[in-house]
C-alpha cells in the first residue's frame, strides 16, 4: 500500500466516535494543563500520562497525541498573556507576544499563534507522514552498530552540543545513565545496582523521574524565589481576529516558520527551541516593519510559532520511525508506548500499521480540534493562567503524586519521587540541565542493549563499531558535535549556543 | 594584565563548595557503581561482554567527570547562583514526607490535603485551618473520579470508606 492509502486508513481509525472523544479530551486536557504557567510539554505529557493508563492502546496513543499538540499550544498562549521567559520552546514568542498584548493585540496575536501552529502542524503532520516510511525503509538496513551510533549522536545533541556548558550537560546525562543501569539486566537477567531492594529490581520509571525532576524540582525552585509579586496577566482586550493587514504579514512567516523547525526537528538533533531562534532571525531579517521588531511585530510571533509546532511534529520522526527521543518531552512519549509493550521503530510500523497510521491521523485531527477549540475559548484559558501561585503549586503537586500513586502505590515510589525531586532542585540550582537525564533514562538502556549485541555479532572486538560506514559517519558527526561547541566556548563564542539551549522540551 | 592575574588568583583561592559537593557525589556515584559492578563480574567472568561492561564505562565516565567539575570549582566556572529561601522549600519537602508516610494509614485525601495545604504554605498561605480542610475535600473529589470513574488503584483510607 502507498503512504496515501495508509493515512486513509488511519484516518478511518481516528474517527471512530471513541477516538474522536479520545483526541477531544486530550487536546482540551493538554491545552488546560499547558497553559498553567510553569508547566512545558514535557510536563504535561508525565502528568497526564496516568489519565490514560486504563484505556487501549490506541485509545491512549491518540489521547496522547492531543495531549502532545494541546500541550505545545497551552505553552504559547501563557507566554503571549503572561511574560514567562522559563518555558524554553515558547521564549520567542514571549518576546513580541508579549509586547502586542501589553499593546491591546493580544487577540491577534493569539490567533496568528493558533493559525499558524495549524497551518504548522498540518503541514508538519503530513510531511511525517510520508517520510516516515522513506526513513523507515533506512532503518531496516540499521544493524545493531548502526543503532548505537545514532544512540550515541542523539546522546551528545540532547546533552552538550548546545546549552551553555559541556560540562554539565554531559554529567547531567551521566545521571541519567546511572539511574538507567538500576535493575534487572535485559540481557542475563542479572540484578545491577539494587542493592537487594525488590522495589528496585525493575528500574526507575521514566514517569517518575521526569514528574519529579520537572514538577517538585520546579515547585521547590519557585518557591525557594520567595515571595514575589504575582505576574501580569494581559487581558485580551478587542477582537480576537486579525485584519487583513495582519493575514498579509503572517502567512509567509508561518510557511517560512514549518520550513525551518520541521527538518531541525526531524534530525535526531533535539529541541524546539532551536527552530524558533532561528525563524525569528529569519522574520526579523526579512520585515518590512524592522521598526517594530522588540515593541510587538506580529511576524515574530507567526514564524517561530509555526517553527515550534513543526518542529514538535518532527521530532516524531525520529521517534516513531527509530524509536528514538530527542527530546524530554518524546522520551515520556516513548515510556508511554512502553507501557503497551510497545517499541517504537521499524518494526513497529510492520507489525502494527493500524496503530502508528492511527496515531498520524490523529494528530491531524487533534491539529483540526485545537484551531477550532481554541479562539473559541481563550477567555477560560485567561482564567487558567490567574489562578494565585499557591493554588496552582499545591495542585500541581497534588497531581504529580496522583501520577505516580496511580501507577504504583508504594511509599518506596513517594520516597524516589521525593529525592528526584530534591535533585531536580539541586540540579536547578546549580544550572545543570533536566531534559538530558530523562534522556539517558529511557535511551542508555536501549544504547547498551545495541552495544552488546554488536560486540557480541564480533566476539567483544570494538573495532567493529566504527567499520561499517553509516556508524563510523554518525560517531563522527558525534565526535565534531561534542568537540566544536568546547572550542566555540572555550574562546568565548559561547553565547549563542547557550541562547540555543533546549531546557526542557 | 596584573588586575587580571590579581582577580584570577583571588577567585582560585576560593573553591566553589556546592560545584565541589557535586564533584564528591559524582566521583560517590562512580564508586557505587564500580563496587556493585565489582560483583557481578565476578559472577559472570566466563564472557568478556557482560552485563558489567556498561556500569564500568559509565562509572570511568563519572570519575572522569567528577575531576571535571573539581577543576571547574576551583576556576569558578559555574554560573551565579541565585539566593534560596529555605522555609518554603522545607514547608513542601515537609508535606512530601508527610504524604509518604500516612499514605497507607490515613488514605489518598488525607495524606494528599495535607501535602496540598503544605505546598500552599510555602507559597505563602499559612492559614493550614483553612488550606487542610480545603485539601482533604479537593484531594477526596480527586478519588472519587481517578478511583471510582478511571480505576486508578489509590489506596483508601477511613474516609474513602465512607463512600465505597
Same mark, same amino acid.
Request: aromatic letters at 6%; proline letters at 16%; a negative charge.
Given at each position: 500500500m502507498s503512504t496515501f492509502e495508509f493515512l486513509l486508513q488511519g484516518i478511518g481509525i481516528a474517527m471512530q466516535p471513541m477516538n474522536l472523544l479520545y483526541a477531544l479530551v486530550g487536546v482540551t486536557l493538554g491545552t488546560a494543563v499547558g497553559v498553567l504557567p510553569g508547566i512545558g510539554p514535557a510536563l504535561t505529557v508525565a502528568l497526564l500520562l496516568p489519565v490514560t493508563y486504563r484505556l487501549d492502546p490506541a485509545g491512549s496513543l491518540i489521547m496522547f497525541a492531543g495531549i502532545y499538540y494541546g500541550g505545545m499550544y497551552g505553552g504559547s498562549t501563557t507566554s503571549i498573556l503572561l511574560n514567562t521567559p522559563g518555558e524554553s520552546a515558547s521564549i520567542v514568542t514571549a518576546l513580541e507576544g508579549n509586547k502586542m498584548a501589553r499593546k491591546g493585540r493580544g487577540g491577534p496575536a493569539l490567533a496568528t499563534a493558533a493559525i499558524g501552529s495549524f497551518v504548522a502542524g498540518l503541514i508538519a503532520t503530513i510531511g511525517l507522514a510520508f517520510i516516515a516510511p522513506f526513513v523507515v525503509k533506512v532503518a531496516l538496513v540499521f544493524g545493531p552498530r548502526e543503532y548505537f551510533a545514532l544512540m550515541v549522536l542523539a546522546f551528545v545533541t540532547v546533552s552538550s552540543a548546545f546549552g551553555d556548558s559541556t560540562l554539565r550537560g554531559l554529567t547531567s546525562l551521566f545521571i541519567g545513565f546511572a539511574l538507567a543501569i538500576v535493575g534487572i539486566d535485559q540481557l542475563t537477567g542479572q540484578a545491577r545496582?539494587?542493592?537487594?531492594? %525488590?522495589?528496585l529490581l525493575d528500574g526507575i520509571e521514566v514517569t517518575t523521574l521526569a514528574v519529579a525532576l520537572f514538577a517538585i524540582g520546579e515547585t521547590l525552585y519557585i518557591a525557594a524565589? =520567595?515571595?514575589?509579586g504575582p505576574d501580569k496577566v494581559e487581558a485580551v482586550k478587542g477582537s480576537v481576529w486579525m485584519t487583513k493587514q495582519d493575514w498579509s504579514r503572517s502567512w509567509k512567516p508561518w510557511l517560512r516558520g514549518t520550513l525551518i523547525g520541521f527538518p531541525i526537528g526531524a534530525m535526531?538533533?533535539? =529541541?524546539a527551541e532551536i527552530g524558533t531562534f532561528l525563524s525569528y532571525a529569519t522574520e526579523k531579517r526579512l520585515t518590512?516593519? %524592522?521598526?517594530e521588531f522588540g515593541h510587538g511585530a506580529i511576524e515574530g510571533v507567526a514564524g517561530p510559532e509555526a517553527a515550534n509546532n513543526a518542529s514538535a511534529a518532527g521530532t516524531l520522526v525520529p521517534l516513531l520511525t527509530l524509536g528514538l527521543p530527542t527530546t524530554a518531552t518524546a522520551a515520556i512519549m516513548l515510556a508511554g508506548f512502553q507501557q503497551y509493550g510497545l517499541q517504537p521503530g521499524p518494526l513497529l510500523f510492520a507489525t502494527n500499521p493500524q496503530l502508528v497510521w492511527g496515531l498520524i491521523a490523529s494528530l491531524l485531527i487533534a491539529n483540526f480540534m485545537l484551531l477550532v477549540l481554541n479562539l473559541p475559548l481563550v477567555g477560560l484559558w485567561v482564567k487558567l493562567l490567574t489562578i494565585p501561585k499557591p493554588w496552582l503549586y499545591a495542585g500541581i503537586l497534588l497531581f504529580a503524586t496522583l501520577g505516580t500513586i496511580g501507577a504504583n502505590p508504594s511509599v518506596f515510589e513517594l520516597g524516589m519521587l521525593l529525592g528526584f525531586g530534591l535533585l531536580g532542585y539541586i540540579m536547578r540550582i546549580l544550572g545543570y540541565p533536566i531534559a538530558p537525564v530523562v534522556v539517558g533514562l529511557i535511551l542508555g538502556p536501549l544504547a547498551e542493549q545495541q552495544l552488546r549485541r554488536a560486540l557480541a555479532i564480533s566476539q567483544g572486538d570494538p573495532s567493529v563499531l566504527f567499520t561499517s560506514p553509516i556508524a563510523a559517519v554518525l560517531l563522527t558527526i558525534a565526535a565534531l558535535a561534542l568537540i566544536v561547541p568546547l572550542i566555540l566556548r572555550a574562546r568565548g563564542r559561547g553565547q549563542v549556543l547557550s541562547q540555543l539551549a533546549a531546557s526542557e522540551d | 594584565m596584573s588586575e587580571l592575574s590579581r582577580t584570577q588568583s583571588a577567585t582560585s583561592r576560593r573553591p566553589d563548595r556546592a560545584a565541589l559537593a557535586v564533584a564528591v557525589f559524582l566521583g560517590g556515584l562512580a564508586g557505587l557503581i564500580f563496587w556493585d559492578s565489582s560483583r557481578l563480574s565476578a559472577m559472570a567472568n566466563y564472557s568478556k561482554i557482560g552485563p558489567a561492561t556498561v556500569p564500568f564505562v559509565i562509572a570511568w565516565c563519572l570519575l572522569g567527570l567528577a575531576i571535571w567539575t573539581a577543576v571547574a570549582a576551583f576556576r569558578s566556572e559555574f554560573p551565579a547562583r541565585e539566593r534560596q529561601d529555605i522555609p518554603p522549600v522545607a514547608w513542601i519537602v515537609g508535606g512530601l514526607v508527610l504524604q509518604m508516610l500516612l499514605l497507607r494509614i490515613a488514605g489518598f485525601s488525607i495524606a494528599t490535603g495535607l501535602l496540598f495545604a503544605f505546598t500552599a504554605a510555602g507559597f505563602g498561605r499559612r492559614k493550614l485551618w483553612i488550606t487542610i480542610p480545603v485539601g482533604i475535600v479537593l484531594c477526596l473529589a480527586v478519588w472519587l473520579i481517578f478511583a471510582g470513574l478511571l480505576q486508578l488503584s489509590l489506596p483508601a483510607g477511613p474516609l474513602e470508606h465512607l463512600f465505597f
Open positions: 545496582m539494587s542493592f537487594g531492594v %525488590p522495589d524565589q =520567595g515571595a514575589t535526531p538533533a533535539g =529541541g518590512k516593519h %524592522p521598526e | -
